[in-house]
């Protein structure tokens, strides 16, 4: 069984901080990639930032600045530190990930999805 379990989600005022982890676990092989994608009400999902094996980084214009994703290759863990926290961040965050099983099969894996709520 493949599986990412995330964690860090909440309630935090505008202007505020959280951080949110993303750990997989199972029969990998390797990871390629590993990202945060988020979903509104009434809106659909759309990508927040990615990072590859070898640290490569994307992030949506929306939050360039203000997140940062990092990653932990021996812990297979995906970061994301999101600073100045707006209203419109408050969204479902999803991990995702881009994964080689031990078998040699490629798969794409989401997270549970943690709530991240920015209000006062």
């Known amino acids: 069984q493949v599986q990412l379990v995330e964690s860090g989600g909440g309630l935090v005022q505008p202007g505020g901080s959280l951080r949110l982890s993303c750990a997989a676990s199972g029969s990998i092989f390797s990871i390629n990639a590993m990202g945060w994608y988020r979903q509104a009400p009434g809106k659909q999902r759309e990508l927040v930032a990615t990072?590859?094996?070898?640290?490569?980084?994307n992030y949506a214009d929306s939050v360039k600045g203000r997140f940062t994703i990092s990653g932990d290759n021996a812990k297979s863990t995906v970061y994301l530190q999101m600073n100045s926290l707006k209203p419109e961040d408050t969204a479902v965050y999803y991990c995702?990930?881009?994964?080689?099983?031990?078998?040699?099969?490629?798969?794409?894996?989401w997270g549970q999805g943690t709530l991240v709520t920015v209000s006062s």
């Open positions: 990072i590859t094996s070898i640290g490569s980084t």
């Open positions: 995702n990930a881009a994964v080689v099983l031990t078998t040699g099969r490629y798969l794409e894996i």
